[in-house]
């Protein structure tokens, strides 16, 4: 089940709020002795969080299929995105095991869909999140942060600003679970706005980062294609623009993967590539032109199908 984006609800009494965490949406199917990890777009991403099989046989007897997101915590024992990136595309197990040593993960749960022998998603948000708070699921590598209900929306606001989170999740008391929907039962309410996009090419970089990515260029699907978002030009690490050359490099294509037009003064110099990669992007708004402003490159997405990519709906 996905959210849509929006505003702070005004009656409090009909919804709960929990904190949005920044890190990788995961489905969790447990049972007595095994651990599978899915991730947004269906992976097996299970051989990459080895730490999290200790799972098994924590949520009880029988099998049990749990939502939650897979964080890292950076300094100040917060979830950050940029900790969690590391452990996002691991090419062995060996690889695996060691950085769960060097930066472990925690699996965040915030709700069930399969216990006790059927299905949950029917049941309301409210009971839902009872079964959770009585299971009690708390280890070394997971946990159940609390959620807040009968506590006004503007407070739990206040307390994610306060430590720099994502925002808030504000999730309707009486509502099912709607798999595979974007529903308005959900509501993320962002401190800073941010969504995925697609790559499309990038720009080389000059100055201090010559021979390297400058700037990327970034686009969402839309009824043409690949609809031109605007360049992406600050946030990059040292690490992060190595890593980006090792993705992209091998993707160069001749011509642009936009349906739209790219202003001149950033295709000029294009380095065009397949529009596979899925890449995270803070911002400022969306312009009248639907242009991104003021972006920031947070990170990859390898969990994120680039045919999925949208501009996000606003409640």
Sequence with gaps: MLAVSGVLPADDELWGYEMKWDGLRAIAVV????????????????????????????????????????????????????????????????????LAAQTPVTYLVFDV???????????????????????????????????FIGTPGAQVVAVSRRHNLEGVMAKRLDSRYERGRRSASWRKIKNVRRQ??????????????AGQIGSLLV????????????????????????MLAAELAPLRRASSPFGTTVPAEHARTAVWVEPVVVAEVAFAEWTSAGRLRAPSFLGLRTDKDPADVVREPTF
């Design 31 to 98: 049972s007595p002795r095994a651990v599978t990890l899915y991730s947004r777009s269906g992976r097996d991403v299970t051989g990459s969080y080895p730490e999290l099989r200790a799972l098994a046989g924590r949520a009880g007897a029988g099998q049990v299929v749990l939502d939650g997101e897979i964080v890292a915590f950076g300094d100040g024992a917060w979830p950050s995105f940029e900790a969690l990136q590391q452990r996002m595309n691991i090419a062995s197990a060996g690889q695996a095991g060691r």
């Design 113 to 147: 869909l399969f216990a006790d022998g059927k299905l949950t998603v029917d049941q309301p948000y409210r009971q839902r999140r009872e079964w959770l708070d009585q299971r009690g699921l708390d280890g070394p590598n997971w946990q159940t942060p609390p959620a």
């Design 196 to 209: 995925e996009f697609v790559i499309g090419g990038w720009e080389p970089g000059a100055g201090a980062r």
């Design 219 to 242: 686009g969402v699907q839309g009824p043409g294609g690949l609809s031109y978002a605007g360049h992406v030009g600050t946030g990059f690490s040292q690490q992060s623009l190595r």
